[in-house]
């Protein structure tokens, strides 16, 4: 008999609703979910939403939280509810997607000791279990404002557009709520709830907990193989140091294995010869947090006009004059409003910062200047 995190099923799928920005509630799209479900109990182990495509970066996510302790905001009934479930799967049963093919998941999973299982072409029972838990919140879904129902037909003169008032944030609550409800209600294939049968088999037992969940995470983050050099590691064209590579360097090491987080590229991991993870920031500190879809666009920018490899300043000339346009535009457009959403979301650990404000002139003889703590070689805090 199968145990709690034995098997746990993962899949995306785009949700059945048109979601609005949380400044001007206006239509953006649809937003995507990475759900997994743990094949003995049914329960929902983990899950994701994003206006993004599925990534890794959506896997690696969708799988922290399945390692996390987890809780519900509900101030409607005043309390919280808890999501009483969390551990390291012993297998993922995926299906053949580019991004659970790639380097990055397939690492990450060997790292912590988790196989993967790909759907053999053809037979769909594979995926069954995780099939049946979309089907079933999508049916959820169609009631609420914005739905796009499964099919045009069903959907008929319902403007789905006009109609929609959620947020991501809030389709987000929403859904954690209606999981607790799942959980709590018989499951037909079980006979009983599916967190009756996490608990009846035991699964506050099963498996191994994950003491440091942001390794976890960091874990299952994209990389990039990228050389080390004396003046430190080079990403998408911007500049990285720790004190951490001195000793590095020294042993002549070459190419390190870089993992980055999209939303927020204004840190780095660095893995060393010894597998030992080495947070790398800005070589330049007065840098502003910018995303990977910014660096793209500027990038491009730089390309069609010039040609070449764009040097780093002009990176962030390009991203503070975007960011500048913008902020000022009275008709803010689709794709800004997408990015105002993801700066909306960036890890709770960041500071929060006007856009229009992000970039400024550095007089490095001011001493009236804010300060930036960073470790030094011994993992001690300095000021510089």
Request: hydrophobic share 35%; charged share 25%; with cysteine.
């Amino acid at each position: 008999m199968e145990r709690p995190l034995d098997v746990v099923q993962i899949d995306h799928t785009l949700a059945d609703i048109i979601l609005v920005d949380q400044f001007e509630r206006k239509p953006l799209g649809r937003p995507w979910l990475t759900l997994a479900i743990d094949v003995a109990t049914r329960v929902v182990l983990g899950v994701h939403v994003s206006f993004d495509t599925p990534s890794v970066l959506s896997i690696g996510l969708c799988l922290h939280h399945c390692v996390r302790t987890k809780s519900i905001r509900a101030p409607e009934i005043l309390e919280e509810l808890y999501w009483p479930v969390a551990g390291i799967p012993q297998a993922v049963h995926v299906d053949n997607g580019r991004d659970f093919r790639s380097d990055a998941f397939q690492s990450a999973c060997a790292d912590w000791g988790i196989s993967i299982e790909y759907r053999p072409p053809g037979r769909a029972h594979y995926g069954g279990h995780i099939e049946r838990l979309i089907g079933t919140t999508m049916g959820a879904v169609h009631v609420l404002p914005g739905t796009t129902q499964s099919s045009p037909k069903n959907r008929g003169d319902y403007d789905s557009s006009d109609n929609a008032a959620m947020t991501l944030e809030e389709f987000e609550d929403w859904l954690h709520l209606e999981i607790c409800r799942y959980h709590n209600t018989r499951h037909s294939g079980l006979g009983r709830a599916p967190l009756a049968a996490w608990a009846d088999l035991g699964g506050d037992g099963a498996g191994r907990k994950v003491v440091d969940t942001e390794a976890f995470r960091i874990s299952f983050l994209p990389s990039e193989h990228r050389q080390l050099a004396r003046t430190g590691i080079k990403l998408f064209s911007v500049g990285y140091w720790s004190d951490a590579f001195g000793p590095m360097i020294g042993r002549g090491v070459g190419k390190v294995t870089v993992k980055y987080d999209p939303r927020d590229m204004s840190q780095i991991w660095a893995v060393n010869d010894e597998g030992r993870t080495i947070v790398a920031r800005y070589k330049n500190l007065s840098r502003p947090r910018i995303s990977l879809w910014e660096s793209r666009r500027a990038r491009a920018i730089f390309h069609e006009r010039h040609g070449g490899t764009i040097p780093e300043a002009m990176l962030f000339q390009i991203i503070e004059e975007q960011r500048r346009i913008a902020h000022a535009a009275k008709q803010q457009t689709l794709a800004v409003r997408l990015e105002g959403e993801r700066q909306a979301r960036l890890p709770n650990d960041k500071t929060r910062r006007d856009p229009s404000r992000e970039m400024f002139a550095i007089d490095t003889s001011n001493p009236d200047l804010p300060t930036y703590p960073i470790d030094d070689i011994h993992g001690n805090k300095r000021k510089t």
